[in-house]
């Protein structure tokens, strides 16, 4: 398993704990039925693990380890959720028995993991006979914003050198329908969705989370540590956010690939 670049810290979790079926998952919702087996792999914080919860028989949710799997363990007995079981796995050696699942789905994983590949090939292990392995992750090259700032332009490459540096692929979106053909898999459905903030509400939310995280967080620590950048580099950049939200006419686009590959 690759290092996972984000980290755990409160602004990185405001992100993730606004993650849904709608936003984050709508591709796969026309195949979640009543009565499948689902397994989540790497479910954060488990908002759209809950929401699969509403749809399916019972879901089974995993982390890298115990601190990160109690995020989604927390979320499920808040909510009184009843259908779902914890483990923690490693994506590339998943310890479940052959064909155990109707789905297997993954989001915002494969792009920190070190061999995405083999995780597919694992998450292909576990998916029953015409079952369905599910993958979404966004694009860091193919983001885009207005209006243009220097400061952004530099927080983008910044993260994308810590990503790699830590083993990941942060481009990962364009390149999950190849990995999953490597992977093995034939019948291969590979769409595309956005997240888009244009709104004030939606810049002071996006916009807010990315000026704490890049200061905060356990990439601003790489970053300064590994010396990417300094502390004030990073709170430069952190200033380019604020301002960027502050913008009445700025819009930012965050594309995403997914595949539904059928097992």
């Given at each position: 398993?690759?290092?996972?670049t984000?980290?755990?810290?409160?602004?990185?979790?405001?992100?993730h704990?606004?993650?849904?079926?709608?936003?984050?998952?709508?591709?796969?919702?026309?195949?979640?039925?009543?009565?499948a087996?689902?397994?989540?792999?790497?479910?954060?914080?488990?908002?759209?693990t809950?929401?699969?919860?509403?749809?399916?028989?019972?879901v089974?949710?995993?982390?890298?380890?115990?601190?990160?799997?109690?995020?989604?363990?927390?979320?499920?007995?808040?909510?009184?959720?009843?259908?779902?079981?914890?483990?923690?796995?490693?994506?590339?050696?998943?310890?479940?028995?052959?064909?155990?699942?109707?789905?297997?789905?993954?989001?915002?994983?494969?792009?920190?993991?070190?061999?995405?590949?083999?995780?597919?090939?694992?998450?292909?292990?576990?998916?029953?006979?015409?079952?369905?392995?599910?993958?979404?992750?966004?694009?860091y090259?193919?983001?885009?914003?207005?209006?243009?700032?220097p400061?952004l332009?530099?927080?983008?490459?910044?993260?994308r050198?810590?990503?790699?540096?830590?083993?990941?692929?942060?481009?990962?979106?364009?390149?999950?329908?190849?990995?999953?053909?490597?992977?093995?898999?034939?019948?291969?459905?590979?769409?595309?969705?956005?997240?888009?903030?244009?709104?004030?509400d939606?810049?002071?939310?996006w916009?807010?989370?990315?000026?704490?995280?890049?200061?905060?967080?356990a990439?601003?620590?790489?970053?300064?540590d590994?010396?990417?950048a300094?502390?004030?580099?990073l709170?430069?950049?952190?200033?380019?956010?604020?301002?960027?939200?502050?913008?009445?006419?700025?819009?930012?686009?965050?594309?995403?690939?997914?595949?539904?590959?059928r097992?």
């Amino acid at each position: 398993m690759a290092t996972y670049t984000h980290g755990h810290h409160e602004s990185v979790l405001r992100s993730h704990s606004n993650r849904t079926i709608a936003n984050s998952a709508e591709y796969l919702r026309a195949h979640l039925t009543a009565d499948a087996r689902l397994l989540d792999v790497g479910a954060g914080p488990g908002t759209i693990t809950m929401d699969f919860a509403q749809h399916v028989g019972h879901v089974t949710a995993t982390e890298i380890g115990e601190a990160e799997l109690a995020l989604s363990q927390k979320l499920a007995a808040a909510q009184s959720v009843s259908n779902i079981d914890f483990s923690v796995e490693d994506v590339h050696a998943l310890s479940f028995a052959d064909d155990s699942f109707d789905i297997v789905h993954t989001h915002q994983v494969l792009q920190h993991v070190a061999d995405p590949v083999q995780a597919l090939r694992a998450m292909r292990r576990v998916t029953k006979p015409g079952g369905l392995v599910a993958a979404r992750d966004a694009d860091y090259a193919g983001f885009i914003w207005f209006p243009l700032a220097p400061g952004l332009d530099e927080w983008l490459h910044l993260y994308r050198a810590a990503a790699r540096a830590n083993g990941g692929e942060p481009d990962a979106g364009r390149r999950l329908l190849s990995w999953a053909r490597a992977a093995g898999f034939e019948d291969v459905t590979a769409t595309a969705s956005t997240w888009c903030y244009a709104t004030a509400d939606e810049r002071a939310w996006w916009g807010g989370m990315w000026a704490d995280r890049i200061v905060e967080s356990a990439l601003a620590r790489q970053l300064v540590d590994d010396g990417f950048a300094t502390a004030a580099d990073l709170q430069r950049i952190s200033g380019a956010w604020r301002a960027w939200s502050d913008a009445e006419d700025g819009w930012f686009l965050v594309p995403h690939g997914e595949i539904l590959c059928r097992a």
